[in-house]
């Protein structure tokens, strides 16, 4: 199992890490570049999570995720995100789920 980021595991050893150099970074160009990427590597990947490494703050922030892990990780984990693209070693980290247009609904 390869760590993708801020302990997200990926059970499909599904994972990109970015370094980019040159360019300070924020939210809005971090997360085009891992929609870019997320995409690239499947097309039907849809943003589940995503933490601020800069700031430490991660999206969603859920109350009743209580316990020794971030509420953004504990809901990738119950979400189906399998698909991790780390910027800069942790600065930013989206997490996508992956694998959705073949299930039913």
């Known amino acids: 199992m390869k760590t993708v980021g ?11 890490d970015v370094r ?16 870019i990427l997320a995409k690239k590597a499947a097309r039907d990947a849809m943003l589940v999570a995503w933490f601020d490494g800069k700031n430490d703050v991660g999206y969603p922030a859920i109350q009743e995720c209580i316990g020794d892990k971030p ?3 504990a809901y990738v984990e119950s979400h189906g995100g399998n ?14 789920a992956t694998g959705l247009e073949h299930q039913g609904g």
């Open 6 to 16: 801020s302990g997200f595991h990926s059970g499909q050893d599904r994972g990109i």
């Open 20 to 35: 980019v150099q040159g360019a300070a970074l924020d939210y809005a160009a971090a997360h085009a570049l891992a929609d």
């Open 71 to 73: 509420s953004w990780l």
């Open 83 to 96: 698909l991790g693209v780390n910027i800069n070693g942790d600065e930013f980290v989206f997490v996508f």
